[in-house]
């Protein structure tokens, strides 16, 4: 059975499994859960039977389901381990681990549609509170991880070493971010260039928001 995902195309976790599927060369099947729609098709009975979470993305693999985007890629880096997205040493490992999980786990959920909703609709924040919000927690991720990878070995095109690794895999939908929410991003000209190689790679070029089956005019 073909491997399903659960997506919506302007979410970067379901951008980061998108990049680690295509970087595997994995065919897979998505199917599309809106965020906004009907009051957000990932809180409807039929998607919560699946994913008690109530969020994307989450891949079905021949009938189980697996949630949570790192989770994903790291099922999918032990069943399909080429090309290595977790090489190296166990302290490469750790270092790689490190720098997605600060995009993953200390940027990313901040910056949550549930988490800005939620701003609004209890504190009253307007869209240029919301934008002040979400601008303040990506910078000051970036500043770390700017740092992190200003100090570390690579090729200046890649987080870490000189092929793509999990940390990159997290960086690009990132700044897709940053983007879309007018992000300034020049203090941290190191991930800019990383990110302009990365972009420029079939893989994450295939996986962009704008090229999946549900994407909207922006």
């Not at 809180?43 to 919560?48: F, G, H, K, P, S």
């Not at 697996?66 to 290595?84: D, F, G, M, T, V």
């Not at 977790?86 to 720098?99: E, F, K, Q, T, V």
Request: net charge neutral; charged share 20%.
């Amino acid at each position: 059975m073909a491997l399903q995902l659960y997506s919506y195309w302007r979410s970067s976790a379901a951008y980061r499994v998108r990049i680690a599927l295509a970087l595997k060369g994995l065919p897979y099947a998505t199917i599309p859960k809106h965020l906004v729609r009907n009051g957000g098709e990932q809180l409807q009975a039929d998607y919560l039977a699946l994913n008690p979470e109530g969020r994307v993305p989450a891949l079905a693999d021949d009938g189980q389901v697996i949630s949570q985007s790192l989770a994903i890629c790291e099922y999918l880096e032990e069943q399909h381990p080429e090309p290595r997205l977790l090489p190296g040493s166990a302290l490469d490992r750790a270092a790689i681990r490190a720098m997605a999980q600060l995009v993953a786990c200390d940027i990313h959920p901040l910056n949550n549609l549930s988490v800005l909703g939620y701003l609004r609709r209890e504190f009253g924040a307007d869209d240029a509170g919301v934008n002040r919000w979400v601008a303040h927690w990506i910078q000051r991720g970036f500043a770390a991880l700017e740092q992190r990878v200003r100090t570390t070995a690579n090729d200046g095109r890649h987080c870490y070493g000189a092929d793509v690794t999990l940390a990159d895999v997290c960086l690009v939908p990132q700044m897709y971010n940053a983007r879309r929410f007018k992000v300034d991003v020049s203090a941290y000209p190191t991930l800019v260039a990383i990110c302009a190689h990365l972009e420029a790679l079939p893989a994450f070029a295939a996986a962009r928001p704008e090229l999946q089956p549900d994407a909207e005019s922006a």
